[in-house]
């Protein structure tokens, strides 16, 4: 059942973020975060970079098994999804923490004059929201605290929680363009 579902939500975001491509063109600019400076811009980039590339690596190899085999992780998959979590959790966080700055309402965006920099900013703090649970729900479920339902519970949270986030990624990628855009303060 998760598998077809996530199916269709990957499909589905897909979509719409390139409907969000395909309607905003160039994308939203929005200025601030990091400094300006070469490091900053560098470390900007690196932080994008390795939280892009354990998205793609955990969504691919969490995906593959939900919708490709159809059975739960195992073996070098498992491993591989093991070893690039808490990579993910790290980059998750100093991507937070460079963004956040950039990425609080403020009121043009209240008064629709900043209407899809409003809807990207949404994004971004919704995916900040759901990587609690996303992680939480999975940690939770390595200590003994919970019975079998509680961990069942626990994994099918962490399921449909990254999901979720996946698909908001997705969207938020579509509405800035491309994160690593030049000249722009995006990420």
Not at 68 to 90: K, Y
Not at 110 to 136: T, Y
Request: charged share 10%; aromatic share 10%.
């Amino acid at each position: 059942m998760f598998g077809n579902i996530a199916l269709i939500g990957i499909v589905v975001a897909a979509l719409v973020g390139l409907l969000c491509l395909a309607a905003l063109g160039r994308g939203v600019s929005q200025a601030g975060g990091v400094s300006g400076n070469r490091w900053g811009r560098l470390l900007r980039f690196l932080i994008c970079f390795v939280l892009v590339a354990t998205v793609l690596i955990l969504g691919g190899t969490g995906f593959y098994a939900a919708i490709g085999t159809g059975h739960a992780m195992s073996g070098w998959l498992l491993m591989l999804h093991a070893t690039m979590a808490p990579v993910f959790c790290i980059a998750l966080a100093a991507w937070v923490l460079i963004r956040a700055q950039t990425a609080r309402f403020v009121s043009a965006d209240i008064a629709g004059d900043g209407r899809w920099g409003a809807v990207r900013k949404g994004c971004f703090w919704l995916m900040v929201a759901l990587g609690v649970p996303v992680i939480l729900s999975i940690v939770l479920s390595m200590v003994p605290l919970f019975g079998t339902v509680g961990q069942r519970f626990l994994y099918h949270t962490h399921q449909y929680t990254t999901l979720a986030f996946l698909m908001l990624a997705m969207v938020y990628v579509g509405l800035g363009r491309c994160a690593f855009s030049r000249g722009s303060e995006q990420g």
